[in-house]
């Protein structure tokens, strides 16, 4: 046995029993309530994931829970090397020789962070839940392990939760915002300290600590910093990929061109012309690689054809709109694609299914959304609808495509008004894309 991680362990159990919980923006996520199951925390590297676990431990305090039953634990520490899977035991012996008094008795959440940097964990873990009465939080990322594997090690007892970063709630909440959204109508005061806040988080984006940071060049180097280490850490190390200044510049096109058609094809001519050697089926591997890391996303064609939803381009989407911003230029970045791909953020975490529609007359719909209870609506995105010829070619792809799809209903989320004196069509509803994120959703 070695003493020196035993006493680790101790002393880490001492703390994690008794320090307070720090203090944190609420997260909107939730839990699965099955009994038997891991709660796996997942999401893209500093999106809030520790934070979530401390903020369930919180909330069971809150419920009148001991706090010696409230245990969290980080596996990342260097006093740790050398622990290995089949001593994972001495975690709970050490913890159940200082509180016998609940074991089997009283049920003990356990918070367990970084715990894929001991390699055999998943058996530990899958016997704690057979074994002890226990409520198990599981979370992690490491270039030996994504986050989302965290959940499929546990071989089918782990239930995902997946950690983004802050929508505009959340945002709204970390200024201090009064929770939920203003009682009926906004009044006019209301409607403008949301629409500045808006703009604020259209500005920096929703990684919690981007939004704290009040210098510019400060928050792009963190940013920057974040992708550097998706990219090192996630991707080349992991991955073991060689070719290093492909996938760099393979990073900064994705980044810099979110909510847009996406054609690997197109991407690897353009390279081949510029002297950059990377293969076709390369490109298409780092796409995966980056997905698996939570740092970009791709929505399909939405076509009952299954053949069709493959070999139509994806439109590509970004974790967080701020990744864009701080690989381009603020005046180089379209307001339009940054307001749609922080709309395709809020609608992932909300809807089952989502894709994007084509209709046979040419015109095209953002989204079309299939809510968990079955229901579906068909959204488009528009910054600016000032212009009489922008508003019309807006509501026009979308009565088109209501035509198709009959049971989706019809929303449009804009940045501006619409003209005077327009009429909204029967079936289509106009909001405001700060309204909509605050007061509504989709399913």
């Known amino acids: 046995m070695n003493n020196q991680i035993l006493e680790t ?6 703390d994690a029993v008794r320090v307070g919980f720090p203090m944190m923006t609420r997260r909107d996520a939730g839990v699965s309530t099955l009994k038997g199951k891991a709660h796996a925390v997942i999401g893209m590297r500093r999106a809030g994931k520790t934070c979530f676990l401390f903020q369930n431990l919180a909330s069971r305090l809150q419920q009148g829970i001991e706090r010696e039953r409230l245990v969290y634990f980080n596996f990342e520490d260097e006093r740790l090397a050398g622990w290995r899977a089949e001593e994972l035991g001495w975690l709970t012996e050490e913890y159940y020789r200082e509180f016998p008094q609940f074991r089997h008795r009283a049920e003990v959440i356990w918070c367990l962070d970084e715990i894929q940097v001991i390699p055999g964990w998943e058996r530990f873990v899958r016997r704690m839940l057979d074994e002890e009465k226990v409520e198990i939080f599981l979370s992690g990322s ?6 989302r594997e965290v959940a499929t090690s546990m071989r089918g007892r782990a239930m995902e939760t997946v950690i983004t970063p802050f929508s505009f709630r959340e945002f709204l909440r970390s200024r201090q915002w009064p929770d939920g959204a203003p009682g009926g109508l906004p009044s006019s005061t209301q409607r403008s300290e949301l629409r500045k806040h808006f703009d604020a988080y259209l500005a920096v984006g929703g990684f919690p600590e981007a939004t704290a940071c009040e210098d510019d060049r400060q928050r792009v180097s963190l940013l920057q910093g974040y992708v550097d280490t998706v990219l090192f850490r996630d991707v080349a190390e992991r991955h073991q990929v060689a070719n290093l200044p492909a996938l760099r510049a393979f990073v900064r096109q994705l980044l810099r061109n ?20 990377v293969s076709k089926e390369s ?17 399909p064609l939405s076509d009952r054809s299954e053949r069709r939803r493959q070999v139509n381009p994806r439109k590509l989407y970004l974790a967080d709109h701020g990744l864009a911003l701080a ?20 609608l992932s975490r909300h809807s089952r299914d989502m894709g994007y529609v084509k209709t046979a007359a040419g015109y095209e719909v953002d989204f079309l959304v299939t809510g968990f209870d079955g229901s579906r609506q068909l959204i488009q995105v528009a910054a600016d609808i000032t212009s009489a010829k922008t508003y019309e ?7 088109e495509a209501s035509k198709t799809f009959k049971d989706a209903t ?7 008004s619409p003209p005077s004196a327009t009429t909204v069509p029967k079936g289509i509803t106009i909001l405001p894309v700060w309204q909509w994120l605050t007061c ?3 399913h």
């Open 327 to 346: 690989f381009s230029p603020t005046a180089a970045m379209d307001r339009g694609h940054l307001i749609e791909n922080l709309v395709a953020c809020e």
């Open 440 to 442: 509504l959703r989709t």
């Open 283 to 299: 490109l298409l591997g780092y796409l995966a690689y980056l997905e698996d890391a939570f740092l970009v996303f791709t929505v």
């Open 9 to 14: 362990i101790r002393q880490k159990l001492g």
């Open 393 to 399: 070619r807006e509501i026009r792809a979308l009565a």
């Open 142 to 147: 490491s270039a030996r392990m994504l986050s």
């Open 410 to 416: 019809a929303l449009l989320l804009c940045d501006t």
């Open 258 to 277: 979110p909510a847009t058609l996406f054609s690997v094809s197109k991407i690897h001519a353009d390279f081949t012309s510029r002297g950059i050697p």
